[in-house]
């Protein structure tokens, strides 16, 4: 038979209905189950002879504190340990906080439930272990002293071996001079106290320089670096092969004082000294960076319109921008048109007025030298033609005429001069065209032929018309 606390089953019970019907013999009975189960609530603590915070080992009794049908309980420890037991006790055996678990289950409706209760239980210990930063160096050293366990109610007592002392759980300090200094760390909490030493050493260290024949200028530079380190005191002497460099670009020059070096890449690059002294103590040096240019090479976009129709009402404007490379000081402009311009800005804005073709030029002035880099006709702005620029003559060898015998080669000459033609469309009349300025064309038939110039550009197009006559040899 199964064992429930508190309820299982609020009514679980079997009723007999009995109907005697009066005048009649017969007897109708009826069996009648009726089951009411409520969802289980977990809950836990400790018992009244435990504690929830002690020294290891630490034995902790829980009860069961859950309302509601069950007859499952899975407890977690929060050490890696679980139990079934309804009414489990545990031993804590290491240091440290611990979250408790306990899961109940009734099996016969399904019903679960889960109490989740964070560092609920903790262990303490006297354990006066400690870390530092750093163990060894140049006197002058900063070191951080850190507990491999902190836990309530610990005092820390530091003393750093040089007659410095500290009660901070986590302690910094600085050994100034030269020595070995014994560092102890005492803790004491309610589980005792105990004390644990560990040992700093310092050394005197170098004076660690240097200089550099160059720290900025064109890519390839070419640096020579001297070691002016020195020792601290008269009596120092600094070994010959004690220099290591690092030079910020992936290379490095070892057991030489005085090495040269060329960066070919632009870019800021910082240089590292270590110095070995006596008794072999080193010490880095980040002093000093170099900073190399790509050389200057001259290049420029537009952002708009090169090519444009003349606005009696707006001026035509060009945004040119400066895609120089290398460490620049000023930009030269000549747009073409007359107008130069010296600036550091990255874009400028130029208005054209005149129609024409302009060519740009940039100058690029730098740490790295001066470029320049020119456009040919980069800017044409175009004007309304008139129908004198579709002006033309005919030619028949030297005479201006417009009769010409069958089979003879005529001249056509365009007579305009005007630049900003874009297209020249001829139409001679018997089927044939040509497009350029000045072309030859020959009748092969008696007839009369009209014949039709059309130039344009991108503001509009002018025609012009004129007859030839082509006449038989006699």
Known sequence: MKIRNLFLLIILGLFIISLIQVGCDDLVTEQVFITESGHPTADFDIDTNSTDIGCAPLSVGFIDLSDGPRDQWIWS??????SSDTIPVHIYTDPGFYTVTLKITDSETGGTDTEVKKRFIYVGTTDAQFVASS????????????????GPARSYEWDFGDGNN???????????????????????????????????????CPNVSFELTDTTG?????????????????????????SD????????????????????????????LRVVGEGGTSKDSLIEFVNVFDVTTADFTVIGDTIACKNDYLQHQVK???????????????????????????????????????SVTMTAYGTCGEATTFRQNMITLYDSLALIDADFITQVEVNLTDTVFVDSAMTFVGQSNNELISNWSWNFGDGATGTAKILNHTYTAIGTYEVRLTVSNLCNSVEMIDTVYVIELF
């Open 135 to 150: 163990d060894s160096g140049c006197a002058g050293l900063e070191v951080i002293f850190t507990p491999t366990l902190f």
């Open 77 to 82: 420890f929060g050490d890696g340990d679980s």
């Open 320 to 358: 040119f921008v400066n895609q120089t490379t290398g460490n620049i000081d000023t930009v030269k402009w000549n747009f073409g048109d007359g107008t130069f311009l010296v600036t550091t800005d990255t874009e400028v804005v130029h208005a054209y007025i005149t129609p024409g073709k302009y």
């Open 166 to 204: 500290s009660t901070d759980s986590i302690a910094v300090h600085t050994f100034d001079t030269a020595g070995v200094f014994d560092v102890s760390l005492t803790v004491s909490d309610s589980c005792g106290s105990l004390t644990t030493n560990k040992q700093i050493i310092t050394t005197v």
């Open 218 to 242: 064109c890519a390839p530079l070419t640096v020579s670096f001297i070691d002016l380190s020195s020792g601290p005191d008269p009596s120092y002497i600094m070994y010959p092969d004690s």
């Open 245 to 272: 460099w690092w030079f910020g670009d992936g290379s490095s020059s070892m057991n030489n004082p005085n090495p040269t070096h060329t960066y070919n890449n632009a870019g800021s690059y910082t240089v590292v």
